[in-house]
T-cell receptor, first 114, second 113 residues
Framework: AQTVTQSQPEMSVQEAETVTLSCTYD???????LFWYKQPPSRQMILVIR??????QNATENRFSVNFQKAAKSFSLKISDSQLGDAAMYFCAYLTQGAQKLVFGQGTRLTINP | GAVVSQHPSRVICKSGTSVKIECRSLDFQATTMFWYRQFPKQSLMLMATSNEGSKATYEQGVEKDKFLINHASLTLSTLTVTSAHPEDSSFYICSARDQGKAFFGQGTRLTVV
Protein backbone atom coordinates (compact mmCIF):
# COMPACT_ATOMS: atom_id res chain seq x y z
CA ALA A 1 0.00 0.00 0.00
CA GLN A 2 1.08 3.52 -0.67
CA THR A 3 2.21 5.71 2.22
CA VAL A 4 2.95 9.41 2.45
CA THR A 5 5.21 10.88 5.11
CA GLN A 6 5.59 14.48 6.16
CA SER A 7 8.34 14.60 8.72
CA GLN A 8 7.85 18.23 9.75
CA PRO A 9 4.83 18.64 12.04
CA GLU A 10 5.42 22.40 12.22
CA MET A 11 7.37 24.98 10.28
CA SER A 12 7.65 28.73 10.57
CA VAL A 13 9.00 31.39 8.27
CA GLN A 14 9.33 35.14 8.21
CA GLU A 15 7.01 37.00 5.91
CA ALA A 16 8.52 37.46 2.43
CA GLU A 17 11.01 34.66 3.00
CA THR A 18 11.09 31.24 1.33
CA VAL A 19 10.16 27.98 3.02
CA THR A 20 10.30 24.36 1.89
CA LEU A 21 7.97 21.66 3.16
CA SER A 22 9.12 18.06 2.85
CA CYS A 23 7.21 15.01 1.70
CA THR A 24 8.27 11.48 0.90
CA TYR A 25 6.15 8.63 -0.32
CA ASP A 26 6.36 4.95 -0.92
CA UNK A 27 4.85 3.20 -3.91
CA UNK A 28 5.43 0.43 -6.40
CA UNK A 29 3.41 2.16 -9.10
CA UNK A 30 5.16 3.77 -12.03
CA UNK A 31 2.56 6.34 -12.91
CA UNK A 32 0.70 8.44 -10.39
CA UNK A 33 -0.14 11.97 -9.31
CA LEU A 34 1.10 13.93 -6.34
CA PHE A 35 -0.58 16.93 -4.77
CA TRP A 36 -0.13 19.57 -2.15
CA TYR A 37 -3.24 20.78 -0.41
CA LYS A 38 -3.62 23.72 1.95
CA GLN A 39 -6.09 23.69 4.83
CA PRO A 40 -6.50 27.12 6.47
CA PRO A 41 -8.36 27.61 9.76
CA SER A 42 -11.65 27.49 7.86
CA ARG A 43 -10.74 23.82 7.19
CA GLN A 44 -11.57 24.13 3.50
CA MET A 45 -9.13 21.97 1.55
CA ILE A 46 -7.55 23.98 -1.25
CA LEU A 47 -5.49 22.50 -4.05
CA VAL A 48 -2.11 24.20 -4.21
CA ILE A 49 -0.27 22.27 -6.88
CA ARG A 50 -0.27 18.99 -8.80
CA UNK A 51 2.55 16.93 -10.29
CA UNK A 52 2.24 14.07 -12.76
CA UNK A 53 4.86 11.41 -12.11
CA UNK A 54 5.61 10.92 -15.79
CA UNK A 55 6.61 14.56 -16.16
CA UNK A 56 10.21 15.39 -15.34
CA GLN A 57 9.54 19.09 -15.19
CA ASN A 58 8.66 20.37 -11.74
CA ALA A 59 5.23 21.94 -11.44
CA THR A 60 4.94 25.64 -10.65
CA GLU A 61 1.97 27.78 -9.64
CA ASN A 62 2.94 31.39 -9.06
CA ARG A 63 4.82 31.48 -5.73
CA PHE A 64 4.48 27.73 -5.24
CA SER A 65 6.78 25.20 -6.82
CA VAL A 66 7.74 21.61 -6.19
CA ASN A 67 10.96 19.66 -6.25
CA PHE A 68 9.93 16.24 -7.53
CA GLN A 69 12.58 13.56 -7.23
CA LYS A 70 10.98 10.38 -8.55
CA ALA A 71 13.87 8.05 -7.84
CA ALA A 72 14.11 9.28 -4.28
CA LYS A 73 10.31 9.37 -3.95
CA SER A 74 10.48 12.88 -2.66
CA PHE A 75 8.04 15.71 -3.35
CA SER A 76 8.80 18.95 -1.54
CA LEU A 77 6.87 22.20 -1.76
CA LYS A 78 8.63 25.53 -1.94
CA ILE A 79 6.75 28.69 -1.07
CA SER A 80 8.49 31.87 -2.16
CA ASP A 81 7.79 35.35 -0.84
CA SER A 82 5.70 33.94 2.01
CA GLN A 83 2.56 35.86 2.85
CA LEU A 84 0.46 35.92 5.99
CA GLY A 85 -2.33 34.23 4.06
CA ASP A 86 -0.12 31.22 3.47
CA ALA A 87 -0.46 30.23 7.13
CA ALA A 88 -2.25 26.88 7.17
CA MET A 89 -1.89 23.14 7.43
CA TYR A 90 -0.29 21.71 4.33
CA PHE A 91 -0.96 18.15 3.26
CA CYS A 92 0.99 16.16 0.72
CA ALA A 93 -1.14 13.59 -1.08
CA TYR A 94 -0.68 10.67 -3.45
CA LEU A 95 -3.33 9.53 -5.92
CA THR A 96 -3.42 5.78 -6.35
CA GLN A 97 -4.03 4.19 -9.72
CA GLY A 98 -7.03 1.95 -10.11
CA ALA A 99 -9.08 2.86 -7.07
CA GLN A 100 -8.09 6.50 -7.56
CA LYS A 101 -7.87 7.14 -3.83
CA LEU A 102 -6.00 10.04 -2.29
CA VAL A 103 -3.57 9.06 0.44
CA PHE A 104 -2.59 11.96 2.69
CA GLY A 105 0.47 12.67 4.75
CA GLN A 106 0.23 13.73 8.36
CA GLY A 107 0.38 17.41 7.53
CA THR A 108 2.72 20.31 8.31
CA ARG A 109 1.47 23.36 10.15
CA LEU A 110 3.02 26.46 8.60
CA THR A 111 3.22 29.69 10.57
CA ILE A 112 4.13 32.98 8.94
CA ASN A 113 5.82 35.49 11.23
CA PRO A 114 5.19 39.13 10.36
CA GLY B 1 -11.69 25.23 -10.37
CA ALA B 2 -14.67 22.99 -9.86
CA VAL B 3 -16.94 23.56 -6.88
CA VAL B 4 -18.05 20.99 -4.35
CA SER B 5 -20.69 22.09 -1.88
CA GLN B 6 -21.26 20.33 1.41
CA HIS B 7 -24.18 20.88 3.74
CA PRO B 8 -24.63 21.45 6.61
CA SER B 9 -21.39 23.05 7.75
CA ARG B 10 -22.19 22.38 11.39
CA VAL B 11 -24.67 20.13 13.09
CA ILE B 12 -25.37 19.19 16.67
CA CYS B 13 -27.48 16.14 17.36
CA LYS B 14 -28.52 14.03 20.30
CA SER B 15 -27.11 10.60 20.92
CA GLY B 16 -29.11 7.92 19.16
CA THR B 17 -30.38 10.11 16.36
CA SER B 18 -29.29 10.11 12.70
CA VAL B 19 -27.70 12.90 10.75
CA LYS B 20 -27.51 13.30 6.98
CA ILE B 21 -24.71 15.22 5.27
CA GLU B 22 -25.00 16.20 1.61
CA CYS B 23 -22.21 16.63 -0.90
CA ARG B 24 -22.91 18.20 -4.27
CA SER B 25 -20.76 18.82 -7.31
CA LEU B 26 -22.09 22.14 -8.57
CA ASP B 27 -20.57 22.54 -12.01
CA PHE B 28 -19.52 19.07 -13.00
CA GLN B 29 -20.72 15.50 -12.83
CA ALA B 30 -19.07 13.09 -10.44
CA THR B 31 -19.62 9.36 -10.80
CA THR B 32 -17.38 8.89 -7.80
CA MET B 33 -17.20 10.88 -4.59
CA PHE B 34 -15.15 10.30 -1.47
CA TRP B 35 -15.94 10.74 2.20
CA TYR B 36 -13.25 11.55 4.73
CA ARG B 37 -13.12 11.98 8.46
CA GLN B 38 -10.69 14.30 10.15
CA PHE B 39 -9.97 14.32 13.87
CA PRO B 40 -8.53 17.48 15.48
CA LYS B 41 -4.97 18.19 14.39
CA GLN B 42 -4.86 15.03 12.32
CA SER B 43 -4.89 14.17 8.67
CA LEU B 44 -7.83 13.14 6.52
CA MET B 45 -8.82 9.51 6.76
CA LEU B 46 -10.73 8.02 3.85
CA MET B 47 -13.93 6.38 5.04
CA ALA B 48 -15.56 5.28 1.81
CA THR B 49 -15.84 5.73 -1.91
CA SER B 50 -19.31 6.65 -3.12
CA ASN B 51 -20.25 5.27 -6.54
CA GLU B 52 -23.18 6.66 -8.50
CA GLY B 53 -25.86 4.04 -8.98
CA SER B 54 -24.09 1.33 -7.01
CA LYS B 55 -22.96 0.43 -3.53
CA ALA B 56 -20.30 2.40 -1.77
CA THR B 57 -16.91 0.89 -1.09
CA TYR B 58 -15.89 1.18 2.55
CA GLU B 59 -12.39 1.28 3.95
CA GLN B 60 -11.32 -1.32 6.42
CA GLY B 61 -12.65 -0.64 9.90
CA VAL B 62 -15.48 1.65 8.79
CA GLU B 63 -18.91 0.38 9.80
CA LYS B 64 -21.18 0.20 6.77
CA ASP B 65 -24.35 0.15 8.83
CA LYS B 66 -23.35 3.19 10.84
CA PHE B 67 -22.19 5.34 7.92
CA LEU B 68 -24.76 4.94 5.17
CA ILE B 69 -23.79 6.34 1.81
CA ASN B 70 -26.13 7.01 -1.07
CA HIS B 71 -25.06 8.34 -4.46
CA ALA B 72 -28.32 8.58 -6.35
CA SER B 73 -27.30 11.12 -8.97
CA LEU B 74 -24.21 12.34 -10.75
CA THR B 75 -24.08 15.46 -8.59
CA LEU B 76 -25.16 14.31 -5.15
CA SER B 77 -23.81 11.94 -2.55
CA THR B 78 -25.11 11.72 1.01
CA LEU B 79 -23.56 10.36 4.18
CA THR B 80 -25.92 9.42 6.98
CA VAL B 81 -24.49 8.82 10.42
CA THR B 82 -26.98 6.49 12.04
CA SER B 83 -27.58 6.12 15.77
CA ALA B 84 -24.92 8.70 16.42
CA HIS B 85 -22.79 8.54 19.54
CA PRO B 86 -20.40 11.11 21.03
CA GLU B 87 -17.43 9.23 19.57
CA ASP B 88 -18.83 9.96 16.09
CA SER B 89 -18.22 13.65 16.71
CA SER B 90 -15.73 14.75 14.10
CA PHE B 91 -15.15 16.77 10.97
CA TYR B 92 -16.45 15.06 7.84
CA ILE B 93 -15.29 16.13 4.38
CA CYS B 94 -16.41 15.02 0.95
CA SER B 95 -14.46 15.19 -2.28
CA ALA B 96 -15.08 14.75 -5.97
CA ARG B 97 -12.68 14.65 -8.87
CA ASP B 98 -12.84 16.78 -12.00
CA GLN B 99 -10.27 16.57 -14.79
CA GLY B 100 -7.76 14.78 -12.66
CA LYS B 101 -7.96 17.10 -9.67
CA ALA B 102 -9.76 16.44 -6.41
CA PHE B 103 -11.96 19.19 -5.03
CA PHE B 104 -13.33 19.26 -1.52
CA GLY B 105 -16.48 20.40 0.18
CA GLN B 106 -16.34 22.85 3.03
CA GLY B 107 -16.66 20.08 5.58
CA THR B 108 -19.23 19.34 8.25
CA ARG B 109 -18.49 19.58 11.93
CA LEU B 110 -20.65 17.01 13.69
CA THR B 111 -21.13 17.21 17.42
CA VAL B 112 -23.09 14.47 19.15
CA VAL B 113 -24.30 15.34 22.62
Amino acid sequence: AQTVTQSQPEMSVQEAETVTLSCTYDTSESDYYLFWYKQPPSRQMILVIRQEAYKQQNATENRFSVNFQKAAKSFSLKISDSQLGDAAMYFCAYLTQGAQKLVFGQGTRLTINP
Amino acid sequence: GAVVSQHPSRVICKSGTSVKIECRSLDFQATTMFWYRQFPKQSLMLMATSNEGSKATYEQGVEKDKFLINHASLTLSTLTVTSAHPEDSSFYICSARDQGKAFFGQGTRLTVV
